[in-house]
């Protein structure tokens, strides 16, 4: 908002120095016309009117580029505040039970799952954004399983985890586990400390047990049996094509403190009429004008016939009918 009052200041005093050198080379135009000067003098004049046209020239100049400046801002400022709106979109279930958990447990981990194009990215980081900004600040492992894990070795993973605690880790060994989870339980007590493992459904399930049972219950117990930190350890898993779901041996539906396993909520689903049209109307007064020229109803149904519900072509829909893009919007907007 400060960038683009400065900008608009900024272009009114251009354009008073356009008018200004304008009016001086009409002036100056006139004066040659009417006037009777001696040879020199008229020289003189006309390479006046010419400093005066080249300053009008640059004026304009400067004019068109911060016209352009300020289009953009403005293009940014509509997107950014569409994007604001939409964290109101979908996600129900998810947000809150993750809500719950978060505000029971400083200590907790969060199954984020549904088939391809279902928005995980979009909702990971709409959770953390909107309720726990302060975590990214603190210890952030960001790891991509579909780089590390081979249906053969899982040990490129805690080789990783070793060494972004500082462990330098050559043998896997269950020893091994435990120092890096003692790691990170030390690093716990000074910061928060966020993991966010991508595509756990390319992890192997014998895998996937060891990271949530040889790891992750040992850490978290050992945290909810010493003393209280004031710090948050959190874990998300994402699985990108919604199998992880079915592995109920390794998560929990419910929030248990007994039970330190990952917590399950429901599948991510499409959105359907109802949800579009209740978020349109809900909504209507901070929508692009884009959004507004048919009643709810009918803008629902012609987003849904475009996308089909999937809820990552439904946000990418919305950003074209209102001429943003969606995903300049989420490059900007993401730190996950």
Request: net charge negative; with cysteine; charged share 30%.
């Given at each position: 908002?400060?960038?683009?009052?400065?900008?608009?200041?900024?272009?009114?005093?251009?354009?008073?120095?356009?008018?200004?050198?304008?009016?001086?080379?009409?002036?100056?135009?006139?004066?040659?016309?009417?006037?009777?000067?001696?040879?020199?003098?008229?020289?003189?004049?006309?390479?006046?009117?010419?400093?005066?046209?080249?300053?009008?020239?640059?004026?304009?100049?400067?004019?068109?580029?911060?016209?352009?400046?300020?289009?953009?801002?403005?293009?940014?400022?509509?997107?950014?505040?569409?994007?604001?709106?939409?964290?109101?979109?979908?996600?129900?279930?998810?947000?809150?039970?993750?809500?719950?958990?978060?505000?029971?447990?400083?200590?907790?981990?969060?199954?984020?799952?549904?088939?391809?194009?279902?928005?995980?990215?979009?909702?990971?980081?709409?959770?953390?954004?909107?309720?726990?900004?302060?975590?990214?600040?603190?210890?952030?492992?960001?790891?991509?399983?579909?780089?590390?894990?081979?249906?053969?070795?899982?040990?490129?993973?805690?080789?990783?985890?070793?060494?972004?605690?500082?462990?330098?880790?050559?043998?896997?060994?269950?020893?091994?586990?435990?120092?890096?989870?003692?790691?990170?339980?030390?690093?716990?007590?000074?910061?928060?400390?966020?993991?966010?493992?991508?595509?756990?459904?390319?992890?192997?399930?014998?895998?996937?047990?060891?990271?949530?049972?040889?790891?992750?219950?040992?850490?978290?117990?050992?945290?909810?049996?010493?003393?209280?930190?004031?710090?948050?350890?959190?874990?998300?898993?994402?699985?990108?094509?919604?199998?992880?779901?079915?592995?109920?041996?390794?998560?929990?539906?419910?929030?248990?403190?007994?039970?330190?396993?990952?917590?399950?909520?429901?599948?991510?689903?499409?959105?359907?009429?109802?949800?579009?049209?209740?978020?349109?109307?809900?909504?209507?007064?901070?929508?692009?004008?884009?959004?507004?020229?048919q009643n709810p109803e009918d803008t629902a149904i012609a987003i849904l016939e475009e996308s089909k519900g999937i809820?990552?072509?439904?946000?990418?829909?919305?950003?074209?009918?209102?001429?943003?893009?969606?995903?300049?919007?989420?490059?900007?907007?993401?730190?996950?």
């Amino acid at each position: 908002m400060f960038r683009e009052q400065h900008l608009q200041e900024k272009l009114a005093e251009l354009q008073e120095d356009y008018k200004f050198h304008n009016k001086r080379v009409k002036s100056l135009k006139k004066s040659l016309r009417i006037d009777d000067f001696t040879p020199q003098k008229e020289i003189k004049l006309k390479m006046q009117i010419e400093e005066a046209k080249t300053q009008r020239e640059e004026a304009a100049q400067q004019i068109e580029e911060l016209n352009k400046q300020i289009e953009g801002l403005n293009k940014i400022i509509g997107s950014e505040q569409l994007y604001r709106v939409l964290l109101k979109l979908g996600y129900n279930d998810q947000v809150g039970l993750f809500l719950k958990l978060v505000n029971n447990q400083s200590v907790s981990a969060f199954l984020i799952h549904g088939a391809s194009e279902y928005g995980q990215d979009w909702l990971l980081n709409r959770l953390v954004g909107e309720y726990v900004p302060h975590i990214i600040s603190g210890k952030k492992v960001n790891i991509n399983l579909e780089r590390k894990v081979r249906s053969t070795d899982v040990s490129a993973l805690w080789r990783e985890l070793g060494g972004r605690f500082n462990l330098c880790v050559k043998d896997i060994e269950d020893k091994t586990i435990q120092e890096i989870a003692d790691r990170v339980y030390r690093c716990w007590q000074t910061q928060n400390v966020l993991f966010v493992f991508h595509n756990v459904e390319c992890m192997p399930q014998v895998y996937l047990e060891e990271l949530i049972i040889e790891f992750w219950k040992p850490l978290t117990e050992k945290a909810r049996n010493s003393s209280a930190s004031k710090f948050q350890l959190l874990m998300f898993l994402v699985d990108y094509k919604g199998s992880v779901g079915s592995l109920d041996t390794l998560f929990s539906d419910q929030i248990n403190s007994t039970k330190p396993y990952p917590i399950k909520p429901p599948e991510i689903s499409k959105f359907d009429k109802e949800t579009l049209s209740i978020w349109l109307q809900m909504n209507f007064v901070e929508l692009p004008i884009k959004l507004k020229e048919q009643n709810p109803e009918d803008t629902a149904i012609a987003i849904l016939e475009e996308s089909k519900g999937i809820p990552e072509p439904v946000m990418t829909e919305i950003f074209n009918r209102c001429g943003f893009n969606y995903y300049e919007e989420t490059d900007r907007q993401w730190k996950l």
